[in-house]
């Protein structure tokens, strides 16, 4: 079937081409732009809001009643305020808000966002909100040791997959 699909798309047109070179250019020309644009963040955002989505559905049959909103500013301190990527309500009050972040490569950008979200975290639990920072991606890969000591600060880090196997049981545990 891929050999079909290969033939449908005219690859072996590609191939034959003595611009091979300038062609697989322009291709990769034609990704780069969509990487500046943050296509893996979008869909990693979309995953965390499906997920968001079944927790509160799972709440729901567990008699606990949240709302999931997304982009929320919630104050805090002396006129701070964090613009959150989703906000869990109970009640009508945020309890948690959620920071979505997919590094595709380590840098001093999640290095700073670490130590600003420690600071943010503070503010936030002075008025009953608790920060939790959802990130993964290639570059969160190279950074294990930098999320390590984000620990401290930020207990509530998940990956992906954390979030999928122990988010929901970690709310439940506290929002009964």
Do not use: C
Request: charged share 25%; aromatic share 10%; glycine share 8%.
């Amino acid at each position: 079937q891929f050999a079909e699909l290969i033939h449908y798309i005219g690859f072996e047109n590609i191939l034959q081409r003595r611009d091979l070179e300038d062609v697989l250019y322009g291709v990769q020309i034609g990704l780069e732009t969509h990487r500046r644009k943050n296509v893996a963040g979008q869909a990693f955002h979309n995953e965390v809001a499906a997920l968001l989505e079944h927790i509160k559905q799972q709440l729901a049959s567990n008699q606990i009643a949240v709302e999931i909103q997304t982009e929320m500013t919630i104050r805090y301190g002396n006129g701070l305020s964090k613009k959150v990527d989703f906000a869990l309500l109970q009640n009508g009050s945020p309890r948690y808000g959620f920071e979505v972040n997919f590094y595709t490569v380590q840098g001093s950008k999640p290095t700073e966002i670490k130590r600003s979200y420690g600071d943010i975290t503070r503010g936030l639990r002075q008025v009953g909100v608790e920060l939790i920072w959802i990130t993964d991606g290639k570059g969160y890969r190279n950074m294990q040791s930098s999320l390590r000591d984000a620990y401290i600060t930020m207990p509530n880090i998940y990956n992906l997959r954390q979030a999928r196997e122990n988010l929901f049981d970690d709310l439940l545990i506290v929002l009964k």
